[in-house]
């Protein structure tokens, strides 16, 4: 009977081993995976910035992009169609001003966890929301770098609650702060201490974003502008959970089979 117990004391433990070992690996794939959600993003960026260029609109002269300001639209119109689940869509002048946007804010209660997905994962349903007319792109770090820069960009930016206010996508941002147990967790695996980073009490965005150049002649004149809100956004992360799940299972099963032995064994 001891043997017994050791050999699955042993399991147990070689399971667990191979575990961590198959988590490590999948956080290193899963920034992979969030690498490429992110070009897909600028490849998204990069579509609306040719549909503009190749519109023949020059959105640097103002009187022409306010005459032809129903063909922007058109043409963003298109964008959204080539990728409809980002939450902001903009075309902006050498200003940062908006000459044609889209913002759109999943349609469910923020307030409660959506069901996990047994099988496929559901389609997300959208609503359209308006920017504060004080919002202004140039209070975005990639975009000042994009006209900065004169090239495309792409990454995670984090920008505060009220900016996520202005933008209208406020209440899909506010995750607020909630309390972890670290009572026995090695150091390495505790929080960051409250204040070393500065959530905004936890109504910052966190977005995946893209920023390309427009231009007329060689010259930039403008920039599309991309973003999928991270906050709540359940269908991104089951999307890359999907991409990952599968890799774990071998272990997974190591363990629950381990533990299902244990009782009739010993």
Do not use: C, W
């Not at 200003?95 to 946007?101: E, M």
């Not at 070393?196 to 893209?210: P, R, S, Y």
């Amino acid at each position: 009977m001891a043997i017994t117990q050791i050999t699955v004391v042993l399991t147990q433990r070689q399971a667990i081993a191979d575990l961590d070992s198959s988590l490590k690996i999948n956080l290193s794939l899963l920034e992979e995976d969030i690498l490429l959600a992110q070009t897909a993003m600028e490849d998204s960026a990069t579509a609306l910035a040719k549909l503009v260029e190749i519109s023949g609109i020059n959105i640097g002269d103002p009187a022409q992009a306010l005459a032809q300001q129903n063909r922007l639209e058109a043409v963003l119109g298109q964008a959204i169609s080539i990728n409809p689940n980002a939450n902001l869509y903009f075309i902006i002048d050498s200003q940062g001003k908006p000459l044609a946007h889209h913002l759109q804010m999943e349609v469910r209660d923020f307030t409660q966890y959506p069901l996990l997905p047994e099988t496929a994962i559901p389609v997300t349903n959208y609503q359209s929301v308006s920017p504060g007319e004080e919002f202004s792109f140039k209070e975005m770090p990639i975009v000042a770098d994009v006209f900065s820069l004169k090239e495309p960009l792409k990454g995670v930016e984090l920008f505060s609650g009220s900016m996520m206010q202005q933008l209208g996508l406020g209440r899909q941002a506010a995750i607020g702060i909630r309390q972890q147990q670290i009572a026995g967790l090695p150091e390495l695996q505790q929080p960051f201490a409250e204040g070393t980073f500065d959530v905004d009490d936890g109504k910052a965005g966190l977005m995946l974003m893209a920023a390309v150049p427009i231009q007329v002649n060689g010259e930039m004149v403008g920039a599309a502008v991309l973003g999928t809100l991270i906050n709540n956004n359940f269908e991104l992360v089951d999307r890359l959970k999907q991409k990952q799940e599968f890799k774990l299972l071998p272990s997974l099963l190591k363990i629950g089979e381990s533990v299902q032995m244990s009782p009739t064994q010993i």
